[in-house]
């Protein structure tokens, strides 16, 4: 698959099984990105916030994220039916190239990469029931490489086609559901990809929208 490297292209951070709100970046680390961010469209009028960025090994913004809705906690029997969130990743559209110091080469980014780190980011605030910790980190890592494979096989029978507007324009995108709530990946006209994840909001009525100004994200 042509995407960013699994260890570039890192899920939103969670310790002991939480999200840590002080590993969200500040707005200065989407500012630096070279290309334009994307969101839900103006449809949503519910919360907005920043999430994550991810890096290049050069140090430049390959991706990042937005959320929207209810800020999601890993999932257990208490919350599981109450959040209602989706989340908005937007990868940079980058050819194979090589790294700043020309030592190495950075992989090609694509709409696999949107589906690949929007189905990474789900599981992030996934947690199986009656699972401890120790259990919890073996079934991450074998789900994270089943994200991976789908990722890969976006024709293949796990995923079906949903039209979205994006920037007012009828998008295909790739959809998929699980028992942990849905992901969807597309590209844009802007040359970016969008991935997209969440549960407790129906994707089928979403929008997506190029965000004007990502300084007023807090």
Known sequence: ????????????????????????????????????WYGLDEAFTGPRWLMQVGMAADGAVEHGSIGHGDEPSVRNEGTEDKEKFAVVVTVAGNPARRT???????????????A???????LSFTWPGQMDHTLRDDWLEQQTETAWVLADDLAGDDWSTLSLPVDGVPTPFHYRESEFGWVLAGSTQEGVHVGAYGRGMSAYGL????????GTYE
């Open 100 to 114: 700043a110091d020309g030592t190495g080469l950075l992989e090609a980014t694509s709409v696999s990469s949107a």
């Open 1 to 36: 698959m042509e995407t960013t490297s699994r260890v570039g292209a890192q899920a939103p951070a969670a310790e002991g099984g939480q999200q840590v709100p002080s590993a969200r970046r500040t707005v200065d680390s989407y500012l630096l990105a070279p290309f334009p």
């Open 207 to 214: 929008g997506f929208a190029m965000i004007k100004d990502i």
């Open 116 to 122: 690949w780190l929007a189905g990474v980011g789900l």
